[in-house]
């Protein structure tokens, strides 16, 4: 009678501590991967800085670029309407179109590369929120498990007495 009885008890133990060593073995996994999450937000934080100021290095080029545009559109204007000389393609107004040509071509290159960049600076910025998202479960996660082996740990220290 005593070996059945011992036999169910060391199945009961056995099985006790291959529970146990999964939880473990999972909040040690969840760990893991929660220390991976946090390095993978502090790099796209580091990312989206540098998108922030990339950002406003294009913005201000684009800006530095406007006042030329302007000058250049001015000088081709006065040029068009001069009183008294003929309406010609000379070679400062073929320079004027050119150089009007050109910042426009410049500024279109500027905005389409601070629209791909702001681009992925809000794609950036929905990963960091799936992150956040994914860290709070895991820190959910990792506390449940604890509290689970917490409660275990106490549920061993009972004896069993036979």
């Known amino acids: 009678m005593f070996v059945p009885q011992n036999k169910t008890l060391n199945d009961l133990l056995a099985q006790n501590d291959k529970v146990n060593y999964s939880l473990r073995r999972?909040?040690?996994?969840?760990?893991?991967?929660?220390?991976?999450?946090?390095?993978?937000?502090?790099?796209?934080l580091t990312d989206k800085e540098k998108f922030l100021k990339e950002i406003e290095k294009l913005e201000n080029a684009l800006y530095r670029k406007l006042n030329p545009k302007m000058l250049v559109e001015t000088r081709c204007e006065e040029?068009?309407?001069?009183?008294?000389?003929?309406?010609?393609?000379?070679?400062?107004?073929?320079?004027?179109?050119k150089e009007h040509f050109q910042l426009n071509n410049t500024i279109k290159v500027l905005n389409d590369k601070l629209n791909q960049t702001k681009a992925l600076h809000n794609i950036l910025i929905e990963q960091i929120n799936v992150l956040d998202?994914?860290?709070?479960?895991?820190?959910?996660?990792?506390?449940?498990?604890?509290?689970?082996l917490e409660y275990r740990v106490q549920l061993d220290n009972r004896s069993y007495n036979l």
């Open 79 to 97: 040029r068009l309407y001069r009183a008294g000389i003929e309406l010609c393609l000379d070679k400062t107004t073929v320079g004027l179109q």
């Open 26 to 44: 999972r909040i040690y996994d969840t760990e893991r991967i929660k220390n991976e999450l946090k390095w993978q937000k502090w790099n796209m």
């Open 133 to 148: 998202e994914q860290l709070k479960n895991k820190t959910h996660a990792l506390n449940v498990d604890r509290k689970c």
